[in-house]
């Protein structure tokens, strides 16, 4: 049994591993590449005799099922927090970033280095360094793709967002949190989760803010980016560009453009005074505010109350628009009091005393 090398200062640079030696006394090439190397991890067990024989397919070495069961086992309803708040789990996974080929680097003597170096010339290699009482599953050689794990676990949504996008962000949350309702017995439809992940990716980070007003590490709504880079493609300029974000449903809801639904949350104080210092403007589009106001929702009746209403001011705007038009190429001519009937004014001579005076 391989026991834990890290009680050894002497032993920081060495690694256990197993090496198959060919007829000629040479270590075996593998069919991929490279040497027959095996690494072997803590607590594995080695099922083979040294010297002795072994053909393709044969088994040299086991992991104790409790040894490589690393996954976390949080359930129920602490599980399902951690998802909606975007924790880090405590022993979460590593992602791979890029995709290339596994080399094992010199050690230190609690971590062991691992590094990716990618296919494309020119591109630097990404360095992870893993403590060595984590199972790794890969070998010296190994080629990984792009979001392949390294170190098994359950993975942080923000490394999921960073390296995979957000429909893979989006696919892991809602299959997670399913898998904590199925194990209860629950079914739930996969629409009311994704209503809730859409809400913790509603923030983007300006990373290019172009022609737009938006200054760069700024968070703003997807929707005001786009609305904003719509008017600048009408105009001819420069669109802004960012990155998504994710964000716990609390900080989600605390951000919101509402500030009413934000107000009526958390920090109500601190909301009412920034949106105050702001000159904020609440345009009433969620379900939250309108219901504070005392307004129909917009779902249903109020649905097309909203839409109505929408309709009767882009015609109110167009309908000041042409008067605009109109005023700026036929000005009007003021009429003459005299023409409207008004008392003209009788000039009285004045007396001759007075222009002495």
Do not use: C
Request: hydrophobic share 40%; net charge negative.
């Amino acid at each position: 049994v391989v026991t834990d090398w890290r009680l050894n200062q002497r032993s920081a640079n060495l690694r256990p591993a197993i090496v198959i030696k060919g007829k000629d006394g040479k270590i075996a090439k593998l069919a991929r590449g490279g040497e027959a190397r095996y690494t072997l991890p803590v607590e594995s067990i080695i099922a083979v005799d040294p010297g002795g024989k072994v053909r393709a397919g044969d088994i040299i070495a086991r992991i104790s099922t409790e040894g490589a069961k690393t996954r976390d086992i949080t359930g129920g309803l602490p599980r399902v927090a951690e998802l909606f708040e975007a924790r880090r789990p405590k022993d979460h996974a590593i992602i791979a970033e890029i995709a290339g080929t596994v080399q094992f680097g010199r050690d230190y003597k609690n971590k062991q280095r691992i590094s990716i170096v990618p296919h494309e010339e020119g591109a630097e290699p990404v360095e992870y360094l893993i403590p060595k009482g984590k199972h790794v599953h890969l070998q010296d050689g190994d080629v990984v793709e792009k979001g392949d794990y390294i170190v098994d676990g359950n993975p942080a949504p923000h490394d999921i967002l960073a390296i995979k996008g957000v429909e893979e962000l989006a696919a892991y949350l809602v299959n997670e949190i399913q898998e904590v309702y199925r194990l209860q017995g629950v079914n739930i439809n996969d629409k009311h989760i994704e209503v809730i992940v859409r809400q913790m990716l509603q923030k983007v980070d300006v990373t290019d803010p172009g022609d737009t007003d938006f200054l760069p590490g700024e968070q703003v709504d997807q929707v005001e980016l786009d609305l904003e880079n719509e008017k600048m493609l009408a105009e001819g300029k420069k669109i802004a560009s960012g990155t998504p974000v994710l964000l716990g449903i609390t900080k989600a809801s605390l951000q919101t453009r509402s500030f009413i639904s934000a107000a009526s949350f958390q920090e109500t104080t601190r909301v009412l005074t920034e949106a105050a210092v702001n000159g904020k403007v609440d345009t009433l589009e969620g379900l939250k505010e309108n219901v504070i106001v005392g307004r129909l929702i917009p779902a249903g009746t109020g649905a097309a109350m909203s839409k109505l209403r929408r309709i009767a001011t882009m015609r109110d705007e167009l309908i000041l628009a042409q008067k605009a038009e109109a005023a700026k190429e036929h000005p009007a001519e003021l009429p003459s009091p005299a023409a409207l009937g008004a008392p003209q004014p009788v000039l009285e001579p004045e007396p001759a005393d007075a222009r002495h005076r």
